[in-house]
């Protein structure tokens, strides 16, 4: 990417657009991957609350996918997903295997 | 209509900051401040201005609370002096750094070890290299018209940074002097409504002040602020155009004092010119071709200005209210600096005085003239730096 | 509209503190962040201390702050709160100005216990309309797991390493959410992001007082604490159910406990999983792992005194 130079820059290094953090990806910092298993997921969203990383995707209130572009992969969610039945909905598992 | 009044100097500043109805001040008690920002108080408390004041527990939080406002977008003002100046000396670095518009008058008083309150310039001058501007004032009408103009200095849209208006402590800020005030209606118009930039209230567009900017951008930062500096002389002498039209009172980036045809020459900043400045005439009429140079624009420094107008001289002497320890005084460095560029140069000396409040006196600007006539005519320099007024 | 407290309702909600922010993976604080944003049903405006959260949230052109935000320095996160709303206020009272906005300073346990404490106690004694919140990892992580006064007794960091005659920090915290309740605020309140529920009831509770707030948030930090990435959540919980962080409220000077955990386990649970404690249970420091416990439960029963007179 193209540096821009001094005379393109804000004035007083104000950020001017809001949560322009969405273009910074953080998924390659994962060493280890959350998996979802749909079927033991009794979408309780403690997953969702508890995610430092606002990495699960949540639709009109229902629990959907990782979202791998920022998951940084600290396993909060699989520590603590209640599952079904003593099933765990996730799981992790190394990055690359 | 001017109306001529007889006040102190603080009294006369706190004027000038209600006249430009600002939206927030931030007050904390220092000497020899206190009492400008205790006349503002008593504005407030009796409705002769609508700002909210912010009565902060310290000068750190009071130039950060400034910031937090100006960031928000609006007018803000506090006053400090000396203790006071270097608490906030952190923030003063934010507040140019986020370009931020914050009037402050600064009353002049000298630094502790020892504790002492009386004027000098140590405060200000250890602030020189904070990204502030800074106009310096010899009395208190200076001080006054200053205030007014510096709103219309940091706030304008090319500009955006805080400005410091330096006043003498005691000599000036608890002195009583004729002056004269200028109207209301004249000041709220010739300082006009604040143009916001970049507000932080507005909601629609949500904006974050101080990232952290690491080695990839900090450089350019820091370059574009410099760029926003070499600015500020126009604006500054625009706005003294206007400020004429008004008042009638001209003002420049320093004032010359029979100094066209001199050949020797005093520079020397705030209430001290005064006093040099009937001394000079009682040179003048002993036919020595004296001058002087007293700066009002200290930053950013108008170097070549400065170097035309002392280019004819044979001596200078730069008089320093402020040490730089192991160095020269600070003044004299500027004027050194801007001298160099000169093919012909004049000798060049600097002598340190009235620390701690220590009266300068006419003799003392007599003792410094003599000097620089022998210098020009012998060519020769005794000391280049030295302590005048001081006990062996 | 104010959001019901099911996480159903609460995950309709936009998020105001994005992904994309830098913090470590598994740190304690983005939740804090994201639970205060949640339960705050208006529009806000935060500032921040220097510190993790501020660094990791807001780098060149990447903020993860959706509102308005602004970090100035270190010690100041409340004076520079107090300078928006000031300036909120007076545009407010002017006209200029017709929403209805609430302001937030986040700060770490270095930024308002300790370099912030001035900042922090001149802010709420003014009477600034605001909620301060401290997200308290226990040290001064962003510089490197420096001990601050919030550094709990006996743990061991760069600046009060456990050693062989010095076994790690030997005073005890400071007890700031008290001491901001000694502030006669209309609120103040411990809480912890495994409680969420509780969390950000108190957040809203707090945003319907006018005047200063004051929030004391744990936020586990795996680096400082030398534990796992995936158990800050575990690690809150068993931090609240040994008392060593009660949740309790001081609301207009009464205090209340807002959770008393069925069953109060040993201290040494929620210590054990932690490197930082690692040295207190070997057998020569077995005295300060007692006194530990001891502390812990003599301030649990002083705040179970407190909370039974409505004092």
Redesign the interface.
Known sequence: MK?????D?P????????????????GS??AYRPIWNKENCIQ???C????????IK?K??KRGEF?Y??C?????C???CPGKKGKNAIE?IEEGK | MAKIVAVTGNEAVANALRQASPDVCAIYPITPQTDMMQKYASFIANGKVSTEPILVESEHSSMSACIGASAAGGRVITATSSQGLALMWEMLHIASGDRLPIIMPVVNRALSAPLNIHGDHSDAMGARDTGWIQIWSENAQDAYDNTIQAFRIGEHMDIRLPVMVCLDGFIISHSIERMEYLEDAEVKNFVGEFKNFLPLLDLDKPKSYGPLILTDYYHEYKRAQHEVMTKVKNVVLDVAKDFEKMSGRKYGLFESYRLDDADIALVILNSAAGTSKDVIDSFRNKGIKAGLLKPRLFRPFPYEEVAEALKNTKAVCVMDRADSFGGYGPMFMEISSALYQLKEKPALINKIYGLGGRDYMPSHAELVLNELNEIASSGKIRIVKEYIGVRE | MATGLTLKELSKKEDRFTHGHRMCSGCGAPTVVKMVLLATDYPVIASNATGCLEVSSCISEYTAWKIPWIHTAFENAAATISGVETMYRSLKKQGKIDKDIKFIAFGGDGGTYDIGFQSLSGAMERGHDMLYVCYDNGAYMNTGIQRSSATPLGADTTTCPAGDVIPGKLRSRKNLTKIMGAHNIPYAAQASPSHWMDLMKKVKKAHEFIGPKFMNILAPCNRGWRSQTNDSITLSKLAVNSCYWPLYEIEDGVTKITYTPKDKVPVADFMKPQGRFKHLFAPANEWLLKKVQEEVDKEWEKLKKQAECGC
């Open positions: 540096q821009k130079g001094w005379k820059l004035p007083g290094s104000v950020v001017l657009e809001g949560g322009s953090a969405v273009n910074f990806k953080t910092w994962r309780c969203l403690l969702w609350i508890y995610c430092p990383d606002m990495a949540v009109d209130g979202d572009d920022y940084k992969g600290c396993g909060i699989a520590l603590e992790m």
